[in-house]
């Protein structure tokens, strides 16, 4: 173990271990510290979006999820009746060149994090190290560690807690929570089937008020049911595996035709910590918020957090930005994932009914406005809040689209075929060929990559997305940040100084 580091991470799951390797993609040591001796080895989280299949192509592990996960292009709710109250979905690719739900199990995920963290030389990984205490001195942050070898300090610039719901990182730092009180118990059960069976749709809602249910993928060859817990009911009826096959039974689930992998009763809890930096500790993933699961964003949420701070880090550490870039981190990712909190507490009031006349109620509603067959398309992600953007864009902070392109010979998506960082792009031609060689200077200091893209140009626009994307914002050029956010845009090719002129000032301001 290293007696310093440039960032310490307390916690290991899918957040620490994304954060873990964005940052020493950068080339920062990073000492990992999981007070758990092994990885968790049952199902826990078992959805990520395009957004976040994006992020981890960035982490360099797109390739090892081939096969792992499924795509689910069907959301759909049902009434006991059988009859369809919402039917939402997005066949094929999405905006960000990947399925808009992607079905997975988290411990084959996890494993593939850990290759990848393991595999870059400044990442250090200990397990069975627990963090218990935190000071801050004039270089950054001393963590003291306890472990089977005693207890010991390191020193690091800078500490991010990812250590969950019961966060030490987020007590030491004593920041006030905002908790709105939305509380379920639901029964998580997790199987592998014995025999082949096909699921249509692949993810379906059951708004039954004599059990709301929820029956989705757990990856490929996995299922999971989810069961809310009935008032008059006690969490211990609920939390055993006697109770777990009761409940299949109507599906058809036996001991004879299927395994069980897992069967937890969770409370689902709606809050959000209001600050996530205090000085030189800062907060990511469970640590920071929690949210119902209805909408499937909570370790999405995480990995977006993770996306947001690895490159803000990478800048102040390098000293190409001023401190103050950080506190950008919570502003911008807080209204987010609020967004997503109540998103998920409004789908939460619809399926946790459980009385049968509030139901019938909101079924009445709801098939009068359904659509029958045709699938809607589902909300657009939420714009991350002010920070490090254009002002008075209307653009900035929206996320940014990825598809297919074409450089010579090799075609597949934009990040993996010209790269990704700060980008910038126009249908028109390179917008930086005409720059002036002090922002030159700048932008390539930063990273920054400029390209034509359209049918005709040498990198070829293959699906015509980017000439739509364009057309439809009625702009010439684009900056993207690192995190595929929308930095801002421009309507003259001329104007694309201006917008890395304007990063460049921001990025030094005080």
């Avoid at 070898?149 to 250590?163: F, L, P």
């Avoid at 996530?276 to 500790?281: A, N, T, V």
């Avoid at 070829?460 to 057309?471: E, L």
Wanted: proline letters at 7%; aromatic letters at 8%.
């Amino acid at each position: 173990m290293r007696q310093s580091y440039d960032v310490a991470i307390v916690g290991y799951g899918p957040v620490g271990q994304t954060l873990a390797i964005l940052l020493a993609q950068h080339g920062w040591s990073v000492g990992v510290f999981e007070k758990q001796p092994a990885p968790y080895p049952l199902p826990r989280a078992v959805h990520f979006d395009h957004e976040i299949g994006r992020v981890l192509q960035a982490a360099g592990v797109a390739r090892d999820l081939v096969g792992m996960t499924e795509p689910a292009y069907v959301y759909e709710w049902r009434n006991a009746a059988g009859e369809t109250l919402l039917r939402f979905g997005r066949k094929g690719a999405s905006m960000s060149g990947w399925p808009e739900s992607n079905m997975f199990p988290q411990p084959e995920l996890e494993r593939l994090l850990d290759a990848r963290a393991r595999s870059l030389a400044s990442v250090e990984v200990h397990r069975g190290c627990e963090a218990v205490g935190i000071r801050p001195t004039d270089a950054g942050i001393e963590l003291t560690l306890t472990g089977r070898d005693g207890s010991r300090q390191i020193q690091a610039r800078y500490v991010v807690g990812c250590d969950g719901a019961n966060s030490f990182v987020r007590a030491s730092m004593g920041v006030p929570v905002t908790d709105l009180g939305f509380d379920f118990d639901w029964l998580i059960v997790d199987l592998i089937p014995k025999e082949q069976r096909t699921w249509d749709p692949l993810n379906w809602q059951l708004c039954d008020p004599a059990r709301p249910t929820t029956l989705v993928s757990g990856g490929p060859g996995r299922r999971r049911w989810e069961f809310m817990r009935l008032p008059g009911e006690t969490i211990d009826e609920l939390n055993n595996e006697q109770t777990a096959w009761r409940l299949l039974e109507p599906w058809g689930v036996r001991p004879d035709n299927a395994s069980l992998e897992r069967h937890a009763v969770y409370t689902f809890q709606a809050r959000w910590v209001d600050t996530w930096r205090k000085g030189r500790l800062l907060l990511a993933g469970d640590a920071a918020h929690l949210m119902p699961p209805f909408a499937g964003q909570g370790m999405c949420s995480g990995l977006r957090d993770a996306a947001n701070l690895a490159w803000k880090i990478d800048l102040v550490l390098s000293g190409k930005a001023s401190e103050a870039l950080l506190d950008t981190y919570t502003s911008e990712r807080l209204p987010n994932v609020t967004a997503f909190i109540h998103f998920s507490i409004e789908l939460g009031k619809v399926i946790c009914v459980a009385d049968p006349r509030e139901a019938a109620a909101r079924d009445a509603g709801m098939i009068a406005a359904a659509t029958g067959a045709r699938l809607s398309a589902p909300p657009p992600p939420p714009a991350i809040g002010p920070g490090l953007l254009l002002a008075d864009d209307p653009l900035a902070g929206q996320l940014f689209i990825q598809d297919q392109v074409r450089r010579g010979q090799t075609t597949g998506l934009f990040d993996d075929v010209v790269g990704r960082g700060w980008t910038l792009l126009s249908p028109t031609c390179d917008p930086a060929t005409q720059f002036a060689p002090e922002l030159s200077a700048f932008f390539a200091s930063i990273g920054g990559i400029s390209a034509h893209v359209a049918a005709d140009a040498v990198i070829t626009d293959v699906n015509n997305s980017y000439a739509k994307w364009f057309a439809t914002a009625g702009k010439a050029v684009v900056l993207q940040r690192p995190d595929f956010y929308v930095f801002g845009t421009a309507s003259t090719v001329d104007a694309a100084a201006h917008l890395v002129g304007a990063l460049r000032t921001r990025l030094a301001a005080p």
